[in-house]
T-cell receptor, first 114, second 113 residues
Framework: AQSVTQPDIHITVSEGASLELRCNYSYGATPYLFWYVQSPGQGLQLLLKYFSGDTLVQGIKGFEAEFKRSQSSFNLRKPSVHWSDAAEYFCAVGVSEYGNKLVFGAGTILRVKS | ETGVTQSPTHLIKTRGQQVTLRCSSQSGHNTVSWYQQALGQGPQFIFQYYREEENGRGNFPPRFSGLQFPNYSSELNVNALELDDSALYLC????????????FGSGTRLTVV
């Protein structure tokens, strides 16, 4: 069955420090991979997505992610974190079955300390 | 272009009652998907509607049902509410089913007491 694992429930980084959020997926076919961000009381905003091609994907707000097929990973990175990046981040895999759905990980809560 | 609008934003229901949540899809989008996000968890797929027909369903019981209207807006109905139904319900619209370009609404926070 398809699944997404985000090993870190919480991460705290200092403002200006670099960030890496981990994501591992399990899916038999070529994956469509996504990172979303959710601020408190808000819906999900798409940061970036990987469908094919270059394994390093650039997204909004200075985020990037690298697809590594050999490790079944799609880690999210940002070179310098801003206080406004504090939110919850979700990794998801697109599953093409009866309909097209997203299977999400449990999320990682990012705290930014000044 | 307008985004996805969900109503109400919050509501409280009693166990055993029924509830209807509403979603207006983004202009031009003909596909609506519903997700349940329990506290501390990622969203889970409930079902998808495409041109007024169910086009996919997750592992939810039949008391979760939906509708899509000719203007592509949608409703999620939950009968016989249980305490575990307390969650944030997210609606997402997209252009065609084979497109993962979802736009999510801000959700409806349902509390069952």
């Amino acid at each position: 069955a398809q699944s997404v694992t985000q090993p870190d429930i919480h991460i705290t980084v200092s403002e200006g420090a670099s960030l890496e959020l981990r994501c591992n997926y399990s899916y038999g076919a070529t994956p469509y991979l996504f990172w979303y961000v959710q601020s408190p009381g808000q819906g999900l905003q798409l940061l970036l997505k990987y469908f094919s091609g270059d394994t390093l994907v650039q997204g909004i707000k200075g985020f990037e992610a690298e697809f590594k097929r050999s490790q079944s990973s799609f880690n999210l990175r940002k070179p310098s974190v801003h206080w406004s990046d504090a939110a919850e981040y979700f990794c998801a895999v697109g599953v093409s079955e009866y309909g097209n759905k997203l299977v999400f990980g449990a999320g990682t809560i990012l705290r930014v300390k000044s | 272009e307008t985004g996805v609008t969900q109503s109400p934003t919050h509501l409280i229901k009693t166990r055993g009652q029924q509830v209807t949540l509403r979603c207006s899809s983004q202009s031009g989008h003909n596909t609506v998907s519903w997700y349940q996000q329990a506290l501390g968890q990622g969203p889970q797929f409930i079902f998808q509607y495409y041109r007024e027909e169910e086009n996919g369903r997750g592992n939810f019981p039949p008391r979760f049902s939906g509708l899509q209207f000719p203007n592509y807006s949608s409703e999620l109905n939950v009968n016989a509410l249980e305490l575990d139904d307390s969650a944030l319900y997210l609606c997402a619209s997209s252009l065609e089913t084979a497109n993962y370009g979802y736009t999510f609404g801000s959700g409806t926070r349902l509390t069952v007491v």
